[in-house]
T-cell receptor, first 114, second 114 residues
Framework: AQSVTQPDIHITVSEGASLELRCNYSYGATPYLFWYVQSPGQGLQLLLKYFSGDTLVQGIKGFEAEFKRSQSSFNLRKPSVHWSDAAEYFC????????????FGQGTELSVKP | EAGVAQSPRYKIIEKRQSVAFWCNPISGHATLYWYQQILGQGPKLLIQFQNNGVVDDSQLPKDRFSAERLKGVDSTLKIQPAKLEDSAVYLC????????????FGPGTRLTVL
């Protein structure tokens, strides 16, 4: 079955510290991979995506993610967290041969300590 | 370029009442999705339209939920009658091409059923 697992429900980091959010997936083939961010009361904003090629992808707001096929993982990183990064982060997978629909993880809530 | 528009942003109803949500996708986007996001979970696809046709409604509770996209542009999602467990954020998303997995999300409608 296709699924996405985000093992950490809630993470707290200090402002200026580095961040890594974990994402593991189960899919029939190598899917397209996404990270979205959701601020309170807002919709989902696309941070970055991986389709093919270089396994380290850069996104907006200083985020990056690395695709590791052997581990079926697509972890999100940021070298220095800002207070405005506090939000909910969702990993998602999809493929054009599945009609483009996305399967989401349950999300990781990020809190930032001053 | 205008984003995905949704209205209303918030709705509170009593159980057994009916409710409708509206979505206007990004101009020119052929594919439209409705997702349900229950508190503490990732979004789950309810229905996918390609132009004015339904591509996937396998997860739509058809005894109470209905959706239409009559002219292949904006869409309406209806719940009748609502149950307590329908309390959630209803997200609309769109993508440009059939099968394209990069989706752009609206701000969502937060439904509370009392």
């Amino acid at each position: 079955a296709q699924s996405v697992t985000q093992p950490d429900i809630h993470i707290t980091v200090s402002e200026g510290a580095s961040l890594e959010l974990r994402c593991n997936y189960s899919y029939g083939a190598t899917p397209y991979l996404f990270w979205y961010v959701q601020s309170p009361g807002q919709g989902l904003q696309l941070l970055l995506k991986y389709f093919s090629g270089d396994t380290l992808v850069q996104g907006i707001k200083g985020f990056e993610a690395e695709f590791k096929r052997s581990q079926s993982s697509f972890n999100l990183r940021k070298p220095s967290v800002h207070w405005s990064d506090a939000a909910e982060y969702f990993c998602a997978v999809g493929h054009y041969n599945q009609g483009g629909k996305l399967i989401f993880g349950q999300g990781t809530e990020l809190s930032v300590k001053p | 370029e205008a984003g995905v528009a949704q209205s209303p942003r918030y709705k509170i109803i009593e159980k057994r009442q009916s409710v409708a949500f509206w979505c206007n996708p990004i101009s020119g986007h052929a594919t439209l999705y409705w997702y349900q996001q229950i508190l503490g979970q990732g979004p789950k696809l309810l229905i996918q339209f390609q132009n004015n046709g339904v591509v996937d409604d396998s997860q739509l509770p058809k005894d109470r939920f209905s959706a239409e996209r009559l002219k292949g542009v904006d869409s309406t999602l209806k719940i009748q009658p609502a149950k307590l467990e329908d309390s959630a954020v209803y997200l609309c998303a769109s993508s440009f091409l059939a099968g394209e997995v990069t989706q752009y999300f609206g701000p969502g409608t937060r439904l509370t059923v009392l």
